[in-house]
């Protein structure tokens, strides 16, 4: 399921990006990849707020669909 599903608080793991290269290289960046630990630190009504390692990132609905979760 897409980690926009998951409610805030929740700790989950990323299983798959999906998306064009440019997409997946750019969340890649972010520190979203496969396997990594990310918490749902609030969800608003466009989109999340996501801690990943050291850092918290915003992303809007439509790039937080592409990150698939367990």
């Known amino acids: 399921m897409p980690i926009s599903m998951a409610k805030p608080g929740e700790t989950v793991v990323i299983r798959k990006i999906t998306g064009r290269d440019d997409v997946r290289q750019h969340l890649a960046e ?6 990594s630990t990310v918490t749902v ?6 989109g999340l ?3 990943v390692k ?3 990132v915003a992303l809007d609905k439509t790039m937080a669909n592409r990150i698939l979760i367990a």
């Open 41 to 46: 630190v609030s969800a608003l009504s466009g």
């Open 49 to 51: 707020i996501l801690q």
């Open 30 to 35: 972010l520190g979203f990849v496969a396997d």
């Open 54 to 56: 050291d850092s918290r």
